[in-house]
């Protein structure tokens, strides 16, 4: 998980059959051939488990289903590595003749940024979030942790206030300080709707990166029920569905960590939706990839209120509860709580951030 985008949920879309090799053999890559050898092959490096269900699947999926609708090789899916050993395996992945890398979490990037200049013949795309810097030869999404769960804290009053609750948990791994910054963001969003209403944080994981770690996020879901939660926000990656479970049968407000996907589930029930979708991201911007639109070393911005790839949504609001959220998006998005939203950063990563 990097930042504001740490964590995953949700089912991600399914994909399609890839193609008859004839039909691929026809193809004109262009653009995305970055290495010209004559076919086109995408590299995915993610932290979490491909098949949790949520952030990293989404990720997944959409390379998949983009390699499959462009007649692309198959792609190469490494998972679940661990950040310290991930230098060596985006070296190795580098090696296998792929020409572009989607590289699921900062957590992956820290370490490799040599790698973006050595192998320039690979188009490297990170979605990092909010809390990685700009990088030669790398391009990054950039969303707001704060932003996103200013939303997503006000989404949780306005159900809260309408069922009678005043409290939530919010489940992280190891007060990383972008999870900081999304819980204070969080509690924000809560009081914009009624100042009494509370979260607690509760860890789960070992520091650092541990956003799966199921058994310890059971323990503190199980500890924050026991003292009367009403919400829970888990913000974890493959230690979410289960979580999601267990609130679904006490009857608890539950929310998305980033899957677009969450209301559309049968097996899952979901009160909102806190986009920012890794796969939701990657359709746009490998868009601009093959159009040159996007550039290593810079970041493409997602913003809440003004890109529809992000913010929190209502599963199954009222009329008003769906238009009050809208509008504090929109208010997000114009600007009118950045002041907020810098205290709450400077908090999170220090006075100069």
């Not at 323990?219 to 029920?225: G, H, M, R, S, V």
């Not at 589930?265 to 359709?283: M, P, S």
């Not at 639109?293 to 008003?320: I, K, M, N, Q, S």
Request: aromatic share 8%; glycine share 12%; net charge negative.
């Amino acid at each position: 998980m990097g930042a504001a985008a740490c964590s995953p949920d949700g089912a991600a879309p399914p994909t399609s059959a890839a193609p008859p090799a004839s039909e691929a053999e026809a193809n004109d890559f262009g653009a995305a051939d970055f290495n010209g050898d004559g076919v086109v092959r995408i590299g995915v490096a993610t932290d979490g488990p491909r098949d949790d269900g949520g952030y990293y699947q989404a990720l997944v999926a959409r390379v998949e289903a983009i390699s499959a609708e462009g007649g692309y090789e198959p792609p190469i899916i490494v998972d679940q590595i661990d950040p310290a050993s991930a230098r060596a395996e985006l070296e190795n992945l580098a090696a296998q003749g792929v020409d572009v890398i989607a590289i699921g979490s900062s957590g992956l990037a820290d370490g490799a940024e040599d790698l973006f200049l050595e192998y320039e013949d690979i188009f490297w795309y990170c979605n990092c979030g909010s809390g990685y810097r700009d990088t030669p030869g790398l391009l990054r999404s950039q969303d707001s942790g704060a932003e996103l769960q200013l939303s997503a804290g006000y989404a949780t009053g306005l159900l809260l206030q309408e069922r009678g609750g005043d409290s939530a948990v919010f489940l992280g791994c190891c007060e990383l300080d972008f999870e900081v910054e999304s819980l204070r963001a969080f509690e924000h969003g809560l009081r914009l709707v009624d100042e009494s209403f509370t979260v607690e944080y509760a860890p789960t994981g070992n520091f650092p990166f541990d956003f799966d770690n199921s058994a310890g996020a059971v323990e503190a879901y199980n500890t924050a029920l026991a003292e009367g939660v009403d919400a829970v926000a888990p913000f974890l990656g493959g230690a979410h569905e289960p979580i999601v479970r267990l609130a679904n049968a006490d009857g608890l407000i539950v929310m998305t960590a980033g899957s677009s996907n969450g209301c559309e589930r049968d097996d899952l029930e979901y009160d909102i939706e806190v986009r920012f979708d890794a796969g939701d991201y990657l359709a746009p911007i490998f868009s601009e990839i093959l159009s040159g639109e996007a550039e290593e070393g810079g970041a493409r911005v997602f913003r809440v209120g003004v890109d529809p790839e992000v913010g929190a949504e209502l599963c199954d609001g009222t009329v008003e509860q769906v238009s009050a959220l809208a509008e504090f998006n929109k208010a997000v998005g114009a600007g009118e709580y950045d002041d907020m939203i810098s205290e709450i950063r400077a908090e999170a990563y220090g006075a100069g951030r």
